[in-house]
């Protein structure tokens, strides 16, 4: 499967034109959007309508559930991944926006507890993403960006040992890739990643 993952649009449409025309070119399976969408939740339109392939999303920090379950809703390619598993071709994808601060924060421990119960859905799958905004503690991401990452996700690498974590949120780590066991943890940043799992 082939997929392009992005995250940080916060509204901008170009930049989701651009996105959209990389999906067509680049002959991917699926797009996934890895949270802030949308500035705290103004500029929603064209976003998600944009893309002609199966779109997955989570919330970021300047997402409200509300606005991505309606984005999820109003466009019938699009699921809203915060809180679920769901299975697309043997691949298992888990959900949660891992969100640790800001308006629409959660604990760490609810964090923890989401993707553990979402990767019950998705045990079978010959490969596991976690589908993420913010990135892990105690990681490369967070020392290069000096903004801590989410302990509850941290544990659900260490506990569940997903095969990749996908997430965007800090800008000054954009593109960096790292091991963290055996889980490859990307940050797709803004251009976005086409991944092959």
Known sequence: MRIL????????????????????????????????????????????????????????????????????????????????????????????????????????????????????YVKDCQKRIIVSHVHPDKSKMATLSGFAGSEGLRKAIDELKPEIVLCSHVHEADGIEEKIGDTKVINVGRKGKVIEV
């Open 5 to 120: 993952a992005a995250g940080d649009i916060h509204g901008d449409i170009g930049l989701a034109r651009e996105l959209a025309k990389r999906a067509e070119d680049e002959e991917v399976d699926a797009v996934i959007l890895c949270g802030d969408l949308t500035n705290n939740d103004e500029d929603v339109n064209g976003i998600v309508g944009i893309f002609n392939k199966p779109v997955f999303l989570v919330p970021g920090n300047h997402d409200s559930e509300a606005t991505i379950d309606f984005l999820s809703e109003r466009y019938y390619h699009a699921k809203n991944l915060q809180g679920y598993g769901f299975k697309k071709d043997g691949i298992g994808f888990i959900g949660c926006s891992s969100v640790n601060l800001g308006l629409w924060q959660m604990p760490e421990s609810d964090i923890f507890g989401m993707i553990k119960n979402a990767s019950e």
